[in-house]
């Protein structure tokens, strides 16, 4: 038997991060330049249930009978198992490895998650649809990232720039004019863990104040959707430093981001804000397309630990 592979790509929240967790809608697109793989390579000679786990950015290799039953793999593993009503899996070797980088709101650990599950299904013939796929990698989203919102394992499973509400049926964006959007690292970590956990404790201490919060980051995504699909850059330019504005009222921003923020807007993009979680990991600039690589520049020079610049293509619905 060949050995398998699945890949997952990494993803950018556009608009609506933490105010998603509260049911308000956000906007999120898969950034391919950066992936998860998860190889599964048989064990021809191996007896049964002998699983080697691999994944050496993380310095991990072990069995997967010594990995703690609630490591994120082995829940995955599980999930995959209880998915196919299967006890057990056939000897193999799953080997992972990423360049998303970790803790900076790019989703690396859905994009492991999946990936992972992906592999496991084809390898086994039980092939999963993207929808099942999503709902496993959920659960195990719960575990590395306490009360997640979903958007991570929908965008990255689906691979589509989507309009996203907790509860509802996705909305694939159909983008009808490209926009270049300059990521760029801070080089702090951003435990999302830890800054959806402040959120909830803001949001505990005076709800209704933060729920208005919520409320107007929602807005501000919704004004968002025609604008992206338009291309309109001056409309989603504003939008994106009014939901920075909001982001910094949950406390969510950090000087280094805000830095970074100021920094590309100098060199002439249309809008910046923070990305996911906050605190640290990215910020994400519109640019005009003549503009991109001033802005990296500019980014590095400020600070940033690494730059990606990403167009949103033009796509028809497929
Ligand atoms: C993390 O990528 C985005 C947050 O809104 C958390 C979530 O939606 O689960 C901060």
Same mark, same amino acid.
């Given at each position: 038997m060949p050995a398998i592979y699945a890949k997952a790509p990494g993803k950018i929240i556009l608009f609506g991060e933490h105010a998603v967790v509260y049911g308000q809608p956000a906007i999120a697109i898969p950034v391919n330049k950066v992936s998860a793989t998860a190889r599964v390579l048989p064990k021809i000679s191996g007896g049964k249930n002998q699983v080697r786990i691999k994944a050496s950015d993380v310095q991990l290799d072990t069995a997967l009978s010594d990995l703690d039953k609630n490591h994120p793999i082995a829940v995955a593993i599980q999930q995959v198992l209880n998915a196919i009503e299967l006890d057990q899996l056939p000897s193999l070797t799953l080997m992972i490895s990423s360049t998303i980088p970790i803790?900076?709101?790019?989703?690396s650990s859905a994009a492991i998650t999946i990936a992972i599950i992906r592999a496991l299904t084809d390898f086994l013939g039980k092939p999963l649809t993207t929808e099942a796929i999503s709902a496993l990698a959920f659960e195990v989203e719960k575990i590395h990232? #306490?009360?997640?919102?979903g958007i991570d394992n929908q965008v990255i499973a689906h691979q589509k720039p989507m309009l996203y509400s907790p509860g509802k049926p996705i909305e694939q964006l159909i983008i009808r004019e490209p926009t270049h959007w300059v990521i760029a690292d801070s080089g702090e970590e951003s435990p999302t863990k830890s800054t959806v956990a402040d959120v909830r404790k803001l949001h505990a201490q005076d709800p209704e104040s933060y729920d208005q919060v919520f409320e107007k980051i929602g807005q501000i995504t919704l004004k968002a959707r025609p604008a992206l699909i338009a291309g309109d850059t001056g409309t989603l330019g504003q939008l994106m430093l009014e939901n920075q504005y909001f982001l910094e009222q949950l406390a969510v921003s950090s000087p280094k981001l805000e830095k970074l923020i100021s920094a590309a807007v100098s060199a002439g993009a249309i809008g910046a804000k923070l990305s996911g979680? #906050?605190?640290g990991g990215n910020m994400i600039a519109l640019a005009p397309s003549e503009k991109t690589q001033p802005i990296e520049a500019a980014l590095l020079a400020a600070g940033a630990t690494r730059v990606i610049t990403t167009t949103l293509i033009k796509k028809g619905r497929d």
């Open positions: 803790a900076a709101g790019m989703g990232h #306490g009360t997640p919102s979680g #906050g605190r």
